[in-house]
């Protein structure tokens, strides 16, 4: 997509004038991401610094050692000594550390009181200014609440410290977030470090990701995760869903590319492309849920990935809406999603995965688009609502909620209005449908089973909304 701030910036005489109105010098779209389907050493020769002396250095080491890390300690080394030989990456003191690390990873879980927050200053403000473009930061503690006062207090103050990180290092490239581990639930950090360290996470920062028990633990396989799976995509003929069934079918699973049946051409061949079939289908039809569930029955018998994609923007301000634009909106974005999801439940596969796409409009609404913003964030509250009667089940049901997003659609946007949306964010640049379509095929892994009931915003740290 073309940006027009950023070759203006490239000009000495057009930059001071970008600088004089005040506006934040656009950083080149060189966010690094990843190649092809998913690596078992995704870290392979990364360089990581590990600082903190909390509950989970063991289970640190285990992880950056078998993901193919160069571990960088703060500490004691003797923690490190058992991986290090078995995966042939010893560990080494944080002081041998490289000038640039990829990553730096702070265990916080033991911090329980505002004074001991000083171990976050101690480590990161000799070594944030050195985290490499593109690099890494994560915090790791404890869900605050039923945590004694002072302790809830210090591991709470982990949000605000990763988010304000994350506006720091962005103009690098670099990604900031917090993963919070229920106590019993560390054999379930693995996938969610994997991901988060890796370039697939390039457009997630700023989140607090919360690793749970809630749905029953499953087999994780690093390679070819969705072998076996079958997947559905609603929306899919193009955009964010095309790009997601590619993931998909990269990582494994048969997908099923449904969209409108005036775009059946642009569908059938997205699923040609992915090895998979297309089903052209309204999703707001009256008979839309019973058909799509008896075309799965005939074709394939269950249905492993739901991801509901598709969706509309009917944008007017509430007094000038007409009434039809708030109802297909509602339909389409809502209303849809849970009369697909009700009708497939019968045809899940053990430990299936359901994934909604909401928006941050949905968080925190925008102008002229009441009916989007409230469809949106009804979204999370089915997400919230079905994730732990799903769970019983051994199936996760997550949301994610997309930044600004490189599309046709955005494209289309006022030079101006999308000038400034995509600077709202800690990487200064919008996103690409690659970004919405990696987080999503993690969310629909086996290995996302310590999430569930979340929604995962991929804004690159919006500044808009919480």
């Known amino acids: 997509m073309a940006d027009f701030l950023l070759d203006l910036a490239a000009n000495p005489r057009a930059r001071k004038m970008v600088t004089t109105l005040g506006l934040p010098l656009p950083m080149p779209q060189n966010l690094e991401r990843a190649p092809g389907p998913w690596q078992e050493r995704p870290l392979h020769d990364r360089d990581v610094v590990v600082g903190g002396a909390g509950e989970l250095t063991g289970v640190l080491a285990d992880i950056l050692t078998t993901a193919g890390a160069n571990p960088y300690v703060d500490g004691d080394l003797g923690p490190w000594e058992g991986p290090g030989q078995a995966w042939g990456r010893p560990a080494k003191a944080a002081s041998e550390a490289p000038k640039r690390s990829w990553s730096l990873v702070f265990d916080a879980t033991r911090i329980s009181s505002p004074e001991e927050l000083r171990a976050l200053y101690d480590f990161f403000h000799p070594r944030i200014k050195a985290i490499a473009r593109s690099g890494r930061l994560v915090v790791l503690g404890r869900p605050h609440k039923g945590l004694p006062v002072a302790a809830a207090a210090a591991q709470r103050a982990l949000e605000g410290f990763v988010r304000s990180c994350g506006r720091e290092t962005g103009r690098g490239g670099a990604t900031a977030n917090l993963v919070l581990v229920d106590e019993g639930a560390e054999d379930r950090l693995e996938p969610v470090l994997r ?21 029953k633990a499953t087999k994780v396989r690093t390679l070819r995760p969705l072998e076996g799976k079958v997947a559905l995509v609603t929306g899919a003929a193009r955009g964010i869903g095309e790009a997601i069934a590619h993931t998909l079918a990269r990582e494994g699973a048969k997908v099923i590319v449904l969209d409108r049946p005036d775009d059946a051409a642009l569908g059938a061949d997205v699923a040609r492309s992915v090895g998979g079939s297309f089903l052209g289908c309204d999703v707001t039809d009256s008979d839309a849920p019973e058909r799509i569930a008896a075309y799965i029955q005939e074709h394939h018998g269950k249905v492993d990935v ?161």
């Not at 991901?195 to 749905?215: C, D, E, M, T």
Request: proline share 5%.
């Open 306 to 466: 739901v991801v509901h994609n598709a969706g509309v923007t009917r944008d007017k301000t509430l007094g000038r809406m007409k009434p039809e634009l708030w109802d297909l909106t509602m339909n389409v974005n809502l209303c849809a999603v849970m009369g697909i999801t009700d009708a497939l439940q019968p045809l899940l596969g053990k430990q299936a995965r359901i994934v909604c796409l909401s928006s941050i409009a949905g968080i925190a609404g925008n102008v002229g688009q009441t009916n989007y913003s409230a469809s949106k964030a009804g979204v999370i509250g089915f997400v919230e609502a079905l994730a732990p009667k799903m769970a019983r089940k051994g199936i996760a049901v997550n949301a994610v909620a997309p930044g600004f997003i490189e599309t046709r659609l955005t494209d289309a946007i006022p030079v101006a209005t999308r000038e400034v949306a995509r600077r709202l964010s800690n990487l200064g640049q919008g996103g690409l449908p690659v970004d919405i379509a990696e987080v999503i095929t993690f969310l629909s892994s086996p290995g996302a089973h310590g999430l569930s009931g979340q929604t995962l915003r991929v804004c690159g740290g919006s500044f808009v909304g919480a």
């Open 195 to 215: 991901f988060l360290l890796s370039p697939r996470s390039a457009y997630v920062s700023g989140q607090p990701i919360h690793v749970g028990k809630r749905v």
